[in-house]
């Protein structure tokens, strides 16, 4: 990656962002600097101190084109392709250049960032040549109308209006400051003001053209400059690095730059397409960045496909790393996007046939971009009877084996890689042969913080589990209608009169999907307790109330009794069972007893604002 270290003169630089000949890449977030950093960067100027390194990127590469927009405060009339962009020192160029450049007033700040403010800058000459004085403290920013005024605007304090005005005060202008010719003009009429003794103003006027004028017009800014040819995606490192603002770019923007430079809005475009998913409760939590991956998924998918079938040497890989993420054209995205969204619509129908039906009870959120992508690359056949029941399969061992918790690009591209052909007939893809569940997690499992704990809530209710009091299907409609959420069979209040360890008593064996209603039913009683209550309020035969509660795999006589030790045991069998049947495989029977269980785990994490289960 080749680049040049040159010393740009400041009066030169601001020129050429004057004529437009430098700007910013559309990536770049908005100016926003207060008037205290303002003053304090001149004040740096004015003694010769380093500001830092600005770094540039020259314009005309062929992998790198990005839609140029001006520095804030530019006349947009100078509008013209620029042949450098800057990727580090926005911030501070654009707060020399409208201060000490644009010959107009500053936008700008408050301190605390919120109020905008209109501000001149000037130099308060006595100030700037006592040793004395902090240099910041002689750099003074005045309103927009270049009048201080006191007691609520009714007093007025000092009045620079004018140039004998300024003179009079004795400040300098400071947008003045890299033009010699006003400069000088602004001395002549300075040493000459009969506002001063003409002996002590030419002695004044002598050192702070020296001293502190002249460290304008001779400083230099170091300066990193990219050459043309650099990749994009080291762009994008080199901004995140070294961007002063640490503020990290995200691969969207970048690439919404990218588009812009062919007169495609991306950012309107996703807008359009994530109102459309958020249609779906599930898919609410979709980030633009998410869905890029996906469509890098299915457009390198395709040209390793494609690739494959005309027998090329070099077959590209599957991949949504950034750095391919950033080689899409716009040809590709327009190719595969609206592919892509019915991706994601498709999910959002799978998810609820699993019993998923809001974002935070998603336990992946990642896992939903190669489900996109298949949709996507499969098509309609995903949903005959084999492939439906062999993507179930590949989604609930990603889930129960825990498998997308980490990082995930290369999983993403195994997966889009070896499910198709495993639905042809191939061989098992590796997230499914990797997956394993032991018995010992159940009982670690706590918190919606859990993939598996969010997805055995799932299981239950996908086995047909209704709830205890409405005998309502769990639905869609019934789910948010009904409140449906996870609760306590046996309540922490009678766990904890019992003596019930906190671990086995907030673990997944001990909880099942109930609405909000019944929860607050049943109560903090004993079980024996509130089965009165539900066989009282639903006069189901002995029967029928078994065949209810077996469907949340739950022995009614063990509540009756209430036998938490009896009702554990067979829980943690019963919940075996089904996490085997949705994975495919044995659960692995480790024999770690559910005290033991949290030192070969790390227990899930508490959620400080989880809300108090009301059975508990």
């Not at 730059?257 to 809005?265: G, L, N, V």
């Amino acid at each position: 990656m080749p680049f040049d270290n040159p010393q740009l003169s400041l009066g030169g630089l601001l020129t050429r962002i004057d004529q437009g000949k430098v700007q910013l890449p559309d990536f770049q977030r908005a100016w926003k600097w207060d008037v205290d950093r303002i003053a304090s960067l001149i004040a740096s100027i004015s003694l010769g101190h380093p500001i830092g390194v600005v770094m540039q990127l020259e314009v005309g590469g062929e992998d790198v084109r990005f839609k140029p927009r001006l520095l804030a405060g530019v006349d947009a009339s100078v509008a013209q392709e620029p042949e450098e962009l800057v990727l580090d020192g926005q911030q501070r160029l654009t707060s020399l250049y409208q201060a000490l450049q644009s010959g107009r007033v500053v936008d700008t700040y408050d301190p605390r960032g919120k109020k905008q403010l209109k501000r001149w800058f000037y130099l308060d000459i006595e100030g700037a040549l006592d040793p004395e004085i902090d240099r910041e403290d002689a750099i003074i920013a005045i309103p927009e109308d270049r009048v201080i005024r006191t007691d609520f605007g009714r007093k007025v304090e000092a009045d620079y209006r004018s140039l004998d005005a300024e003179i009079a005060s004795g400040v300098f202008p400071l947008w003045r400051v890299l033009d010699n010719v006003k400069v000088f003009e602004w001395g002549a009429a300075y040493t000459q003001s009969a506002h001063h003794d003409h002996a002590f103003a030419t002695e004044c006027w002598n050192r702070l053209l020296s001293e502190v004028i002249g460290q304008f017009m001779s400083y230099t800014v170091p300066a990193i400059v990219l050459k043309m040819d650099t990749p994009k995606e080291a762009v994008c490192t080199v901004f995140e690095k070294v961007n002063t603002g640490s503020v990290a770019l995200n691969v969207f923007e970048l690439l919404t730059a990218t588009f812009a430079a062919d007169d495609f809005r991306l950012n309107d475009d996703w807008a359009a397409r994530r109102q459309r998913l958020r249609e779906h409760r599930v898919l609410r939590g979709v980030e633009s960045t998410d869905f890029l991956q996906a469509v890098s998924l299915v457009v390198t998918a395709r040209r390793r496909a494609a690739a494959l079938s005309h027998g090329a040497d070099a077959v590209p890989a599957v991949s949504c790393r950034r750095k391919e993420i950033l080689k899409l054209s716009l040809e590709d995205y327009r190719t595969v996007v609206d592919e892509v969204t019915n991706g994601f619509v498709w999910t959002a129908r799978f998810l609820a046939q699993q019993k998923v039906f809001r974002a935070d009870d998603i336990p992946y959120r990642t896992q939903l971009v190669p489900l996109a992508a298949l949709r996507a690359l499969v098509g309609p056949s995903l949903e005959n009877l084999r492939a439906s029941a062999s993507i179930e399969r590949w989604y609930w061992c990603g889930v129960l084996g825990e498998l997308y918790g980490g990082a995930t690009e290369t999983r993403f591209a195994r997966d889009v890689e070896e499910v198709p052909a495993w639905l042809d007939g191939g061989l098992e893809p590796r997230t499914v042969g990797d997956a394993a569940f032991e018995t010992s997690r159940l009982f670690t499992m706590r918190t919606r913080n859990s993939a598996a704990y969010k997805g055995v809530h799932a299981l239950l209710m996908r086995k047909g589990g209704k709830d205890w009091l409405k005998n309502l299907d769990v639905d869609t409609a019934s789910f948010f209608s009904q409140s449906i959420d996870i609760h306590h069979v046996f309540p922490r209040a009678w766990c904890a009169a019992k003596g019930v360890e906190t671990n086995r008593c907030d673990s997944i064996v001990n909880k099942t999907p109930l609405s909000y209603d019944t929860n607050r039913s049943l109560g903090g009683r004993a079980p024996s307790s509130y089965m009165g209550t539900i066989r009282t309020r639903t006069d189901l035969s002995d029967d029928a109330l078994e065949e209810l509660f077996a469907r949340h795999e739950i022995d009614v006589a063990a509540l009756d009794d209430d036998d938490f030790e009896g009702f554990f045991a067979a829980r943690t069998e019963a919940l075996k069972r089904i996490i085997s049947e949705a994975m495919g495989k044995e659960v692995i029977d480790d024999d770690v007893a559910p005290g033991d269980a949290d030192s070969q785990y790390e227990a899930d994490p508490l959620e400080a604002d989880a809300p108090e289960e009301l059975a508990a």
